[in-house]
């Protein structure tokens, strides 16, 4: 049985090898001349704060926060963003402390924002009152809370 298939593939190997034609035929151009790339559009890098964020606690304590984004602008409203990066005016790094006036400065213009926002929420209708909790629920699970 070995000799067999010893045999079939000596026949596979010589009726192939009996088949080689000549080279394809390759027609030599010259030295190669790479495609340029392509220009790179005019853009412009701009840099706006994307996000602000101010969590006051009822206790005095507050926490101010931003991103500021680097962006290309690209002409007719197209934009792609170039980096980000997360600022918190509550960081007491050594590197920082120059900026402390500025901070207190932005905090303060923070406050006074606040407060025409306050005077806008009242004006434009102040915040609903919750619904008493219920006492006991019944002895259903969530059934204290107002809202299903």
Known sequence: MQIGWLGMALAIVLTTAGKISPPPVIQDLGPLTPTPAPTAKAEEKKRLITTITVQNAPDGESVVSFEA??????GKNKFHTIASKSYSLAEEKPELRE????????VEQIRALERDMLDYAEKAGPPKPRAPMLPGGGGQPGSSRPYR
């Not at 984004?69 to 690209?74: G, I, L, N, P, Q």
């Not at 900026?99 to 932005?106: A, F, H, M, S, V």
Request: net charge neutral; glycine share 8%.
């Open 99 to 106: 900026l402390r006036e500025l901070r207190g400065r932005i």
């Open 69 to 74: 984004t680097d962006v290309a602008a690209e």
